[in-house]
């Protein structure tokens, strides 16, 4: 009983974080019920113009984010992704995250509408999460 207190199963439904998680599987999210601390690399449950949308915490508040041939930098610093394929390679512009907002990407980069697209995602908008 406590357990669908503090979790959710969510079904996916869509490509874009294949190879993480693939069409037609589920994965049990934690709710957010009073507050989230963010990390990066969690995957994120959110709403966005009324759209359910799962994808994966790669900026936080405050950070400079970038991608530079498909390599994600933060802050100066090349990160590493070992959970995506590299088999699409683009450029994104440097911007600062703001205050209490998350850029979020989808794992298949190619094919995700993501952060890239609708700008960064506010926290308080989360509404469950998975942490490795």
Known sequence: MLKNLFNQKINIIEKSMEPSLLNGSSITMRKII????????????????????????????NETIQVKKGILIINGKRISENYISRNHIFDFPEIVIGKGELFVMGDSRKISIDSRKFGPVKIKNILSFYRF
Request: a positive charge; proline letters at 4%; aromatic letters at 18%.
């Open 34 to 61: 009073f507050f989230y601390k963010p990390k990066r690399f969690d995957i994120v449950h959110f709403k966005n113009n009324k759209k359910n949308l799962i994808k994966r915490v790669v900026g936080l508040s």
